[in-house]
T-cell receptor, first 111, second 111 residues
């Protein structure tokens, strides 16, 4: 089976840095993805890691350690518009295309 | 064009009605998906079509019937739904196992 754990909520001020951790258990691990979803909106893809290391995309970075079954999403220079839910998701070679989502982390950015 | 479109945006239906949700993508993606999302929860996979063939059915009740008329279109036919089926229904598409593009969703209310 598959399971993912991520914190339910994180609060930070504008300009701060937030790290959202995600630990997973899955057979046939293929890759770890991150999605952002604003209230009332659709999930949008942020980043993907298949290999160990850090991927940087502007203010957002994502990290993966396959040996630790662990990854994180780093949000830098937080802005009010970053207030949203963030989901980690794993893909498995056992089932092409199927993403298992974590429960989501609500990020609240305060002035 | 990196857009997935869905119609209608909102739908209210009675438990005896028959309705259909529609999804379209013009990115040439090989796979299309239906998800169900309840408030404050992650998207929950329902169906996956790969090359227009149903590849995954996550044990969804038969009152939900998917259809993939061609590589760009995906429908979800609804019949005899229950109030607990009220949710946001999301369509997505992808070319690989890395990134899924989500449509804006149809907010369904069953009365």
């Amino acid at each position: 089976g598959q399971s993912l754990e991520q914190p339910s909520e994180v609060t930070a001020v504008e300009g701060a840095i937030v790290q959202i951790n995600c630990t997973y258990q899955t057979s046939g691990f293929y890759g770890l993805s991150w999605y952002q979803q604003h209230d009332g909106g659709a999930p949008t893809f942020l980043s993907y890691n298949a290999l160990d290391g850090l991927e940087e995309t502007g203010r957002f970075s994502s990290f993966l350690s396959r040996s630790d079954s662990y990854g994180y999403l780093l949000l830098q220079e937080l802005q009010m518009k970053d207030s949203a839910s963030y989901f980690c998701a794993v893909g498995s070679t056992d089932s092409w295309g199927k993403l298992q989502f974590g429960a989501g982390t609500q990020v609240v950015v305060t002035p | 064009d990196t857009e997935v479109t869905q119609t209608p945006k909102h739908l209210v239906m009675g438990m005896t009605n028959k309705k259909s949700l529609k999804c379209e993508q013009h990115m040439g993606h090989r796979a299309m998906y239906w998800y169900k999302q309840k408030a404050k929860k992650p998207p929950e996979l329902m169906f996956v079509y790969s090359y227009e063939k149903l590849s995954i059915n996550e044990s969804v009740p038969s009152r939900f019937s998917p259809e993939c008329p061609n590589s760009s279109l995906l429908n979800l036919h609804l019949h005899a739904l229950q109030p607990e089926d009220s949710a946001l229904y999301l369509c997505a598409s992808s070319q690989d196992n890395r990134e899924q593009y989500f449509g804006p969703g149809t907010r369904l209310t069953v009365t």
